[in-house]
């Protein structure tokens, strides 16, 4: 079960990084920075992020 809330928090967060970019959850949510930073390490996030717009 722990794989899809990775999969449902990345999604979330990958979507504030592209579409909300004014939104600065980085700096108020010290947790979810980290949770974002190491899910952006693996392979399987990697390789299916969109490019930057």
Do not use: C, H
């Not at 999969?7 to 970019?21: F, H, K, M």
């Not at 947790?31 to 992020?49: P, Y």
């Amino acid at each position: 079960m722990k794989l899809f809330a990775d999969i449902a928090a990345g999604y979330a967060l990958s979507y504030l990084d592209q579409v909300l970019r004014e939104i600065d959850w980085r700096t108020a949510y010290q947790n979810l920075k980290r949770l974002a930073d190491r899910l952006s390490q693996r392979d399987s996030f990697r390789k299916t992020l969109p490019p930057m717009a």
